[in-house]
Each structure stands twice: as structure tokens, then as C-alpha cells.
């Protein structure tokens, strides 16, 4: 059974810091490209940050850019999202997702249950 746990969230003062983890069990998450998601109320879902299966190359949301990290440690089968100067609009719920094509083109996506991130004063 997949499970993709995320943790780290909570209520955080505008400037404050957050690190997001992401504990994948079931998967070999080091053959996945690991990503983090967000959604905040009345909005799409969209995506913040993900980062490639050795970790050689990450890719962020430009209104995320220069203030959150992605990092993953294959040998703990955990991704984080370090989260920096936070300002009120990152305020969302931050899901974790673990995307795999095989080499036969199928698809394997995973998702977590989410943690809630409130950036409030």
C-alpha cells in the first residue's frame, strides 16, 4: 500500500518559516519525481515546487522563487519543502505527490492527504 504522509504544517506568522516533509512508504520513492502542491480555499490546485528523482533538478512556481526549497532524501524516502519569508497568500493546503512513467508509458501518481499552512499575524 502507497502512502505518502506530509507533516510540518501549522500556523505561521507573515515572514515566519516552515519546513514541510513528506515520508513516502510503499513506493521506491527514488524512482519518482517528487512534487509539492498547494490549494488554497475557492482556488485551484496548483504546484509549487517539484524536484527530479536524484534530486539533479527542481522547478518552482514564480511566486514561490528565491523564498522555498525542495529537497529529498532518497536513503529516508522523504521530500521537504523549506518555506521561507511566508507571506499570507501562501496560506493553502500543501499536498505531496510522487509522479512515475514507465518505461511501457504507464502512469503512477500518488498523493498524500495534505497538511494545512496559515500564514496569519
Known amino acids: 500500500q502507497v502512502q505518502l504522509v506530509e507533516s510540518g504544517g501549522g500556523l505561521v506568522q507573515p515572514g515566519g518559516s516552515l519546513r514541510l516533509s513528506c515520508a513516502a512508504s510503499?513506493?521506491?520513492?527514488?524512482?519518482?519525481?517528487m512534487n509539492w502542491y498547494r490549494q488554497a480555499p475557492g482556488k485551484e490546485r496548483e504546484s509549487v515546487a517539484s524536484?527530479?528523482?536524484?534530486?539533479?533538478?527542481?522547478n518552482y512556481v514564480d511566486s514561490v522563487k528565491g523564498r522555498f526549497t525542495i529537497s529529498r532524501d532518497n536513503a529516508k524516502m522523504t521530500v521537504y519543502l523549506q518555506m521561507n519569508s511566508l507571506k499570507p497568500e501562501d496560506t493553502a493546503v500543501y499536498y505531496c505527490?510522487?509522479?512515475?512513467?514507465?518505461?511501457?508509458?504507464?502512469?503512477?501518481?500518488?498523493w498524500g492527504q495534505g497538511t494545512q499552512v496559515t500564514v496569519s499575524s
Open positions: 505527490n510522487a509522479l512515475r512513467v514507465s518505461s511501457l508509458g504507464r502512469t503512477y501518481d500518488y
Open positions: 510503499g513506493i521506491t520513492s527514488s524512482s519518482y519525481d
Open positions: 524536484i527530479t528523482r536524484t534530486g539533479g533538478s527542481t
